[in-house]
């Protein structure tokens, strides 16, 4: 794992509270059918997909990435307890493509070096990360040693897509793609 910051300040990601106010608006709705439930946490697919008409576009999306995120989590820990690390990085990047679309947390310097990352021989899976920050850092499992992210990081940079990165130290997880 190579925590990569795009080293800009960080604060609250713009809309925070209007997603979270959202998020709660949803579970509201849901409730109507399902009163029991506590936190869009407890929501399943199946009950997302068979009320998903009681909720209006901005909530849905709210909710799937919830729920679905929350699959992602079972999956991943599940797929690191038996050594499938390609579907760990398949899953990764799933989350930051929920975090794009579904949940709306965006900004160019994430969206560019995840997908430069994503790109990169030797990685395996990349996503947005700081706990709902933005911009934040993004975690991506690499080969030790490849240069080329931080190649591609700097002509990003050079062409004005993306702020001049603060990378940590990466423990090698594997040594080929998982593409």
Same mark, same amino acid.
């Given at each position: 794992?190579?925590? =990569? ?51 209006? @576009? ?87 040693? @490849?240069?080329?992210?931080? @190649? ?13 990165? @603060?990378?940590? =130290? ?10």
């Amino acid at each position: 794992m190579k925590p =990569v910051d795009p080293d800009d300040p960080r604060g609250p990601a713009p809309g925070d509270n209007q997603r979270r106010a959202e998020c709660e608006s949803a579970l509201r709705t849901l409730r109507t059918v399902e009163p029991g439930l506590r936190a869009l946490r407890d929501v399943t697919r199946d009950l997302l997909t068979a009320e998903q008409g009681r909720l209006d @576009n901005v909530q849905l999306r709210r909710a799937r990435h919830v729920v679905t995120e929350k699959q992602r989590v079972l999956d991943s820990a599940a797929a690191l307890r038996r050594g499938a690390v390609d579907q760990f990085g398949r899953l990764m990047a799933e989350s930051h493509a929920s975090l794009r679309d579904d949940y709306e947390v965006r900004g160019p310097e994430l969206d560019t070096l995840v997908s430069i990352a994503l790109d990169t021989e030797g990685v395996l899976g990349a996503r947005l990360t700081g706990a709902g920050r933005q911009p934040g850092a993004t975690e991506a499992q690499l080969e030790s040693g @490849n240069p080329e992210t931080g @190649n591609r990081w700097r002509r990003a940079r050079d062409r004005g897509q993306a702020a001049e990165p @603060n990378t940590a =130290v990466a423990a090698q997880l594997r040594q080929r793609p998982w593409r």
